[in-house]
Nanobody
């Protein structure tokens, strides 16, 4: 079973940047089909932030397009979410996920990002 561990969350001011990391316990980034970042606020559904497939194609939520960038380093078994121009509405717990195939996903425990208004 693959384990994913997020890090890099914290408290930042509006307009600042932050990079989240997702370290995998195995060499999956050259093998699995899809990887992504989701976020969830208390009482709300988890929503997609960004995803990247095995070929490197990316998708972003409209709310983060142009501000966030997803990337991965296969050699380091790590995925990143580079977040620029952060806004208070970006405050959430961010989760990384990896899917070896459709309908099967592994999730990390999440890392908290806070952007005060």
């Amino acid at each position: 079973q693959v384990q994913l561990v997020e890090s890099g969350g914290g408290l930042v001011q509006p307009g600042e940047s932050l990079t989240l990391s997702c370290a995998a316990s195995a060499s999956i980034f050259g093998i699995y089909a899809m990887f992504g970042w989701y976020r969830q606020a208390p009482g709300k559904q988890r929503e997609l932030v960004a995803r990247i497939d095995s070929g490197g194609s990316t998708n972003y939520a409209d709310s983060v397009k142009g501000r966030f960038t997803i990337s991965r380093d296969n050699a380091k078994n790590t995925m990143y979410l580079h977040m620029n121009s952060l806004k208070p509405e970006d405050t959430d717990v961010y989760y990384c996920t990896a899917s070896p195939y459709p309908n099967r996903s592994y999730w990390g425990e999440g890392t908290k990002v806070s952007v005060p208004s």
